[in-house]
Nanobody, 123 residues
């Protein structure tokens, strides 16, 4: 019903910047919240940042002050602007969305995940 497509990952030097994008598509849905999680090799997946459709944001301590999350409601797209990147930011970054569905078959609240995009911070 809802598909999430991420873009913007890649290789960047320490201290550099990247901007991740995630676009949601489908029909008969309303976005309640979107966010970014990341998973480094051998580690648990962790929240990086989230934002509600009303604009309320939440950041992990490691991200606050360096990363900024934003949402374009008209485009159903969430962004993560990452600056001052560190090697420990290296991970697969996953977009997720909490949505309300209203179709003939599916009604209620559902969570969707993107396929992930690799971010590598290395010199």
């Amino acid at each position: 019903q809802v598909q999430l497509v991420e873009s913007g990952g890649g290789l960047v030097q320490p201290g550099g910047s990247l901007r991740l994008s995630c676009a949601a598509s489908g029909s008969m849905f309303n976005i309640y919240k979107m966010g970014w999680h990341r998973q480094a090799p051998g580690k648990q997946r962790e929240l990086v940042a989230s934002i509600t459709s009303g604009g309320s944001t939440n950041y992990a301590d490691s991200a606050k002050g360096r990363f900024t999350i934003s949402m374009d409601n008209a485009k159903n797209t969430v962004y993560l602007q990452m600056t001052s990147l560190k090697p420990e930011d290296t991970a697969v970054y996953y977009c997720n969305a909490v949505v309300g569905l209203n179709t003939g078959n599916l009604k209620g609240t559902y969570v969707y995940w993107g396929q992930g995009t690799q971010v590598t911070v290395s010199s």
